[in-house]
């Protein structure tokens, strides 16, 4: 189902503790997306990434990593940096090419206390 | 960059009457604008989606307009049902294919 898997569903971790986030797709897409989701808010771009060993940064990659390895997975670390942390983060695909819609994943909500 | 905005942030109507979502964007070079539908606690889904050449869009209940010289577009739901319940985010997408989503809005169906 779904073809793009974000694990865990919750995630509870200390301040000052890099944590990451594993999203796996087997759409075969060669776009990948992360967004982070606040309470009110729209989804607000991190990190995205359109072929292999590729990425750039989004509007709020500040105090994230990630790395493409593998055209299907795309994790996304969220550093000590990253001043508030605690949030819905949602991992996405689409096909390469303009105007291609963007499947997302269940999405994983990190706790950091 | 685009800049995306959606009103209202809460919509609350009553089973079977229509709901309107606005969206107005920034970018006159954005060409590719969907409406994603995110029921509690699950992913969001795209529900329709609209072309800058074209200036309506309908599927069953749900229908889009676009009006470019404006730079606005909305979402139409007919007929609601409390099964419409959800938040909506509407985005606008640039040839790059980068999409900058509104705030959202929580629709509310009583019945």
């Known amino acids: 189902d779904g073809g793009i898997t974000q694990s865990p569903k919750y995630l509870f971790r200390k301040e000052g503790q890099n944590v990451t986030l594993s999203c796996e797709q087997n759409?075969?897409?060669?776009?990948m997306y992360w967004y982070r989701q606040d309470p009110g808010q729209g989804l607000r771009l991190i990190y995205y990434?359109?072929?292999?060993?590729?990425?750039q940064k989004g509007d709020i990659a500040e105090g994230y990593s990630v790395s493409r390895e593998k055209k299907e997975s795309f994790p996304l670390t969220v550093t000590s940096a990253q001043k508030n942390p605690t949030a819905f983060y949602l991992c996405?695909?689409?096909?390469?090419?303009?105007?291609?819609?963007?499947?997302f994943g269940n999405g994983t909500r990190l706790t950091v206390t | 960059g685009e800049n995306v905005e959606q009103h209202p942030s809460t919509l609350s109507v009553q089973e079977g009457d229509s709901a309107v979502i606005k969206c107005t964007y920034s970018?006159?070079?954005?060409?590719?604008f969907p409406w994603y539908k995110q029921e509690l606690g699950k992913r969001p889904q795209l529900i329709i989606d609209?072309?800058?050449?074209?200036g309506e869009k309908k599927d069953q209940r749900i229908a889009v307009t676009l009006n470019k010289t404006a730079k606005h577009f909305s979402l139409h739901i007919t007929e609601t049902q409390p099964e419409d319940s959800a938040v909506y985010f509407c985005?606008?997408?640039?040839?790059?294919?980068?999409?900058?989503f509104g705030g959202g809005t929580r629709l509310m169906v009583k019945p």
């Open positions: 996405a695909s689409s096909m390469q090419g303009a105007n291609s819609p963007l499947h």
């Open positions: 759409l075969n897409h060669d776009a």
């Open positions: 990434s359109q072929i292999v060993n590729d990425f």
């Open positions: 970018d006159s070079a954005s060409n590719y």
């Open positions: 609209i072309r800058s050449n074209v």
């Open positions: 985005a606008a997408s640039d040839a790059g294919n980068m999409l900058t």
